[in-house]
């Protein structure tokens, strides 16, 4: 399994910026793809999580109303566009991968994002202020 992201970079605070993970080796509707974001000495905190079998949406509340997850099945890609950019959104990002088990997989992997199976090597986003 290979996840690959792409997008990262830096952006003044109120600007936008849209991630992308494109996932292979796997069964793209027998998995949650999720964002994962761990910023300089915190731990990594699960923002979104997309399942295309349902298409299951959640978001964690730090970026709810301005992140957006969405996805490309045929491409097995998955985006993140973030916009009103904070520079407290400052962090690593990485996409992850795990088991769908039930429509709220998704949720519990935002909660609990140790128990994705699956990660990219991730992408810097600085945001300045």
């Known amino acids: 399994v290979q996840l690959v992201e792409s997008g990262g970079g830096l952006v003044q605070a109120g600007g936008s910026l849209r991630l992308s993970c494109t996932a292979s080796g796997l069964t793209f509707d027998d998995y949650v793809i999720g964002w994962v974001r761990q910023a300089p000495g915190k731990e990594r905190e699960g923002i979104a999580s997309y399942s295309s079998n349902g298409g299951n949406i959640y978001y964690a509340e730090s970026v709810e109303a301005r992140f957006t997850i969405s996805s490309d099945d045929g491409k097995n890609t998955v985006y993140l566009q973030m916009n009103n950019l904070k520079p407290e959104d400052t962090a690593d990002y990485f996409c992850?991968?795990?088991?769908?088990?039930?429509?709220?997989?998704?949720?519990?992997?935002?909660?609990?994002?140790?128990?994705?199976?699956?990660w990219g090597q991730g992408t810097q986003v600085t945001v300045s202020s």
């Open positions: 992850a991968a795990g088991s769908r088990i039930t429509a709220y997989s998704g949720r519990v992997y935002n909660s609990n994002p140790v128990q994705y199976t699956y």
